[in-house]
């Protein structure tokens, strides 16, 4: 009787316990959905609309680069936005009041689309494949072939440009080793320049715009730069900032034929350029090549 009585409370325990849970469970679980109810929706804030278009926060995602001030931000924001508004009052207007053939809209559309995504294709093919490097000899064999393709567009000069404080002292022995060739003469040149001078371009072993060169100083005032570098080595001039001095060591004329140095860098993306035509062409044979050989074209033209 006694055992009896000790199953039946165990029993009773056991159900009140396991209502007692189920109760709580649902009380907790009931206050959760409560609070989700209460907490505040995350709204995507509109920010202009023109009709019925509407541009919210979530379309200017990834406009503003990171790092960027917070007025800086606001002003690319507020750019983009007045933009976006004058396209689209632009549109709307396009749209009511211009005779539109859709069907050609939307051809156009596929095919800038198609475009957009060959274009991608064809640019990461390029970047995984393209073989960038191009031997001297390869410039070389390029500028020979084509020599006539080279002609200057521009005065070009090997030399150099010093810039000095007004009443330099010692403006005599630098034009004496302006004119100097040998390899010490130049050296001391460049160590008074390190010291002394406000600004100095040696360009004597490379070839450079005569007109870049010159662009800051009173040189660019040239009545006639091309007679100046026929009859000139030297030249100086003076304004409220200093005294210049120029050397020309060597130069060409404009419409004369280019020195290969100075054209390396072009011919240099000719060559790679060609290499990306051919590479594309290729490709482009392979795949449709693969797709005959795999019969997935179909003609049902005449």
Known sequence: MRKKLKNYLNKEYYRKTRHLFIGVWIMLLSNILACQEKAPAVTDKLLASVGEKKLHQSDLEGLVSKGVTATDSTTVVSNYINAWVRKQVMLAKAQKEAELDESEIERKIADYRYDLTIYAFEKQYIQQHLDTVVSAVEIEAYYTENVANFELKQNIVQGVLIGFPQKYARTERIKKLLGAKDKRSRQELQNICFQQANFYVFTDSTWTDFDE?????????????????????????????????????????ASQTSPLAFASDQIKSIILNNRKVQLIRNLEQEIYKQAQDEKKIKIYAD
């Open 213 to 253: 060169l010159v662009k800051n100083t009173p040189f660019r005032e040239m009545p006639n730069k091309t007679q100046f570098l026929k009859g000139n080595k030297f030249a100086e001039a003076n304004d409220e900032r200093g005294v210049y001095l120029l050397g020309i060591d060597d130069y060409k004329i």
